[in-house]
């Protein structure tokens, strides 16, 4: 770390400059005392764009090389989730802090074995990133959550519906995307776990969904519209919605009910403060995606990382939530696929 105007900063390697990547990285640039100082990509037309928009980092095609640089503090890993485990390891041997794009794998047992890995090396901070933990309106939500205001919490409904998409791109990215559950809902998962704030045991997962919309995704095991059941060891049930066909945006919702009040946040898919009132009626703008209806949280996720790397200052990041969301989105998926209930492995522990 280095010390600018008597104030460290974050020295951050960046690890992936593709669609995620690359929003981070531009978001780093604005953020105040942190410093991309490395760049890694294999590809050459990721690398011309990181030469122009990040010209004093040091730019590397290799992994290892980056990890290396004794100018890089932390790496931040907007690669593809199959690199993940393997990232996160080498990153923890030698010495980095790490900030890893979700989910931190497909596979239950490898997110467990991150976790469990991250625990060896206690003098390092290893984060998973899900952005709703940094949008005010969650967060305001989880502290009435905190001090009691709804009692005792009996159950959750949260969804996130994508735009449409019917481009040949996204059918072959949804082959490889782990399913809905896995890519679009585990937002919706680590949002509730987040909410709840306490280490509560996922029990059964029963799901089912259709393919209505994109009739091919039930060649991937897959579905555009979903619906998910996720019972906890104490009664608590959350419930879950997903779809890949919202015509009008990016858009969330969630739900919570207690024994003594309930709580709703809509999720407005407002892109700007601005009411259209015409012959068509009243409208407001959209956002595309959760990238425009959750930007400012993208960028107070990376301080947030910033400052419980430089002043330990706890900013929400649970990477055993990360784990068991991981657990939690597959067990739905595998009943999505199965139409039956599936018992979640999770370790107690």
Partial sequence: MTVSNTKPTLRIGAV????????????????????VAAICTPFDHEIDWCKNTVPEATIYKDYDDLLKDKNVDAVWLSSPTSFHKEQVYKALKADKHVFCEKPLSMNPEDAWDVYNKALQYPHLKVACGFPRRFVPAFQEAAKRIKNGELGEILSMKLSSSDLYNGTEAFSNYIKVSGGIFVDCNIHDIDACLFLLGEDKLPQRAFATGSTKVYPHFAEYGDVDNAHGLVEFDDGFVCNIYGSRDNRHGHHTKAEIFGSKANLTLHGEPRLLSIDIHDHNGSRLMNAKDQMELFGEAYVTEIKGFRDWILFDEDAGFNLKDAAKAVSIGQSLQQSVRSRQIVDIKAPTK
Avoid: T
């Avoid at 992936?16 to 410093?35: K, P, S």
């Fill in 16 to 35: 992936g400059a593709g669609r995620m990547g690359a929003i981070h990285i531009e978001n780093m640039l604005g953020v105040r005392f942190v410093e």
